[in-house]
């Protein structure tokens, strides 16, 4: 990140173009998740979560070119660090229901960072007032917590053990609006 | 260190919170020093000395399994850290560079609620129960964080401020 930050529509950009490098990011990793994951749900979570991070990639690049900014090339530092965690497990843990359960932690800290990033990038798009801006990062906001409950559920019907909170609104954060609804009869 | 069983991935999870947590010492005063407004500088001093807690508790729970505290390196603390670094260095403008702060500290607290959230879990599973207490507390104290910096971030110290400036 070498441009300076003078305000808070500056601000809004740098995060937006750093949510696109971890996503960006993220489709790679997925990919190798899904191949080193052995339990079959397991992997077909990943996969599906990498069609939708191809489309939040989407999003997010329809929300610049809304704010007639460029994609750039900020690289995200946060996920970065969190893919290289989850790459130290794949070369650390043969495969298996211990990978397994390393891998879903990987992939749910990616999901807690991306959730951060994406309600306070909303709720600055909601503060400056980009109304098409915000109803993107909403979409993808949703899908980043549905996923995270989902590999909830699935770390919990594999091994006997819960993740951080049982429930998505019991993660230590706050209760935040335009949480979806329907997550757990989607679950069901 | 191969990881080959739940054991041996708490314990290793356990070495990368500590990390964490010392990488955390060292930010959090550059991060208070940063901030303008004072209710954001004394969270994050706050916040210090809570962290100095956390670090204490893991080297028990180190102690509980038998073992002498050992660390291995956070990279995705790293990450986060250096993304809020990055936003000391490049933000010109003190409101923006304390809601850019918020952003990076909160990145921070998500990371560890994960984090604690999935270590505590297999505690209960490996039953190690005085391990699982030290990290619940732990994990209580992130939480309440984490939320008194959304509360920071809504009360916006003063934003719209900043954006009349540098529009001016």
């Not at chain 2, 993304?83 to 921070?108: P, Y």
């Amino acid at each position: 990140m070498a441009e300076k930050i003078e305000s808070i529509d500056d601000l809004f950009v740098h995060d937006l173009r750093d949510i696109h490098s971890a996503e960006e990011q993220l489709i790679a990793a997925l990919r190798k998740m899904a191949a080193a994951a052995d339990a079959p749900e397991l992997s077909e979570a990943f996969t599906r979560h990498l069609e939708q991070t191809t489309d939040h990639r989407q999003r997010v690049e329809q929300a610049l070119a809304e704010l007639d900014a460029s994609v750039g090339d900020e690289v995200c530092e946060g996920v970065q660090g969190l893919i290289a965690e989850a790459e130290e497990s794949m070369s650390a843990i043969q495969s298996g229901p211990v990978l397994d359960a390393a891998l879903i932690d990987a992939a749910r800290k990616v999901e807690h960072y991306e959730i951060t990033a994406y309600r306070s990038a909303l709720s600055r798009a909601h503060e400056l007032g980009h109304d098409a801006v915000a109803s993107l990062l909403e979409t993808n906001l949703q899908e980043e917590e549905l996923t995270d409950f989902r590999l909830q559920k699935l770390a919990e019907g594999m091994m006997p053990y819960s993740g951080p909170g049982s429930d998505p609104r019991d993660d230590g954060s706050e209760v935040m609006l335009g949480r979806p609804a329907t997550a757990d009869s989607d679950l069901r | 260190m191969k990881l080959d069983s739940l054991d041996k991935l708490f314990e290793h999870e356990l070495e990368d919170l500590l990390d964490a947590e010392q990488q955390l010492l060292e930010a959090l005063p550059k991060m208070a020093s940063a901030a303008g407004s004072k209710e954001l500088k004394d969270a994050f001093n706050a916040h210090l000395k809570e962290t100095k807690t956390h670090v204490t508790r893991l080297e028990k729970a180190f102690k509980s399994l038998g073992k002498s505290p050992k660390s291995v390196t956070c990279k995705g603390m790293q990450g986060l850290i250096k993304e809020g670094e990055d936003v000391i260095k490049n933000a010109t403008d003190q409101a923006v560079m304390d809601a850019g702060l918020i952003g990076a500290a909160q990145r921070v607290e998500h990371y560890e609620i994960a984090a604690y959230g999935t270590a505590r879990a297999h505690a209960q599973t490996l039953g190690h129960t005085e391990i699982f207490d030290l990290l619940q507390t732990t994990l209580d104290e992130e939480g309440m964080a984490n939320k008194k910096l959304t509360q920071l971030a809504e009360g916006r110290i003063n934003i719209r401020g900043a954006n009349e400036k540098a529009l001016a």
